[in-house]
């Protein structure tokens, strides 16, 4: 066989190659392992890792260990949500991911009507739900040491096995890190579905709360917070223990802006409980 020959042979078998990824690519498609949604996101990071198996008092294999044991409830509460709402019909499969310190949920929402509950929608629904559940995690994280700051988005998503893009995404990624605390609040996209729905004030402040947000360099008048200071707050010695952990952190934390994000967090902490 001729050189020539050899090498229209090779580039004959490439373009199967390549025809067959395309094949591949567009089976993919078909069984749906792409997909677009409209939903929430949520995007959480933990504060004051960098280092932390440098500092004294922390054992790296202790904090290791105590995070592997939070992903692991925050995944069982996951699920758990979800087989509460899809109960109700309201999303499709969340999906749970953590990168390092970071946690992201992405929660499809289902289009349907929800008859007279107006203002009620899926989204809203989802976010009350999600709320209630961070609430409850939120808390559980400061007993652990950890300190989460993060937000929830609304809007369209698009996701596969690997990879989650949208414009819901963008904006979760650009305003999580704004905040100057340790909190949950909500992204403009998701703050306009809280806002619309203000009819409904007693459920809203249940799990939600409007407060002036320290972002950097300026201040997000009236934004919506999770109100996880309130919304689980039943037990008294909790609260007086949880709020004794965060004055602890206050007085040991390393740097003036670390102890700036415990201190608003502090200040946000007797505002929701006094109201």
């Known amino acids: ?15 199967l190659i390549k025809l067959a990824d395309v ?26 890792t960098k280092g932390i ?15 592997s044991a939070l992903k692991d409830e925050y995944a069982r509460a996951i699920e758990s949500l979800n087989n509460q709402l899809q109960t109700h019909g309201y999303f499709e499969e969340p999906k749970f991911e ?25 989204l809203w629904w989802t976010i009350m739900s999600i709320g209630e559940l961070l609430s409850k995690l939120f808390r559980v ?32 990624a650009e305003y999580y890190r704004l905040p100057e605390w340790s909190g949950i609040s909500t992204c403009p996209s998701a703050s306009r579905i809280l806002t619309d729905a ?15 947000i320290p ?14 200071p309130k919304s689980q707050s039943k037990d008294q010695t909790e609260n007086i223990e949880l709020r004794q952990v965060l004055y602890d952190e206050s007085r ?17 902490y007797d505002t929701a409980i006094s109201r």
């Open 215 to 228: 972002l950097k360099n300026m201040i997000e008048k009236k934004g919506w917070a999770l109100n996880w």
């Open 98 to 122: 953590v990168f390092s310190d970071t946690i992201m949920v992405s929660l499809p929402v289902k289009n349907r009507e929800l008859g007279r509950d107006i203002g009620r929608t899926p």
């Open 141 to 172: 994280s400061i007993f652990h040491g950890f300190y989460f700051r993060g937000c929830l988005s609304a809007g369209r998503f698009y996701r596969s096995e690997d990879m989650i893009i949208g414009p819901a995404v963008d904006e979760a």
């Open 252 to 268: 040991t934390v390393n740097g003036i802006p670390a102890y700036f994000k415990i201190k608003n967090t502090l200040d946000f």
């Open 23 to 48: 094949t591949k690519i567009s089976d993919s498609v078909k069984a749906n392992l792409f997909e677009e949604a409209e939903g929430v996101i949520v995007l959480l990071d933990a504060l004051g």
């Open 53 to 67: 198996w440098n500092r004294k008092g922390k054992d790296p294999m202790k904090v290791l260990k105590t995070w």
């Open 1 to 15: 066989m001729s050189n020539i020959d050899t090498a229209k042979d090779a580039e004959h078998k490439t373009t």
């Open 198 to 212: 203000e009819q409904m004030k007693a459920s809203l402040y249940d799990f939600f709360i409007q407060y002036d």
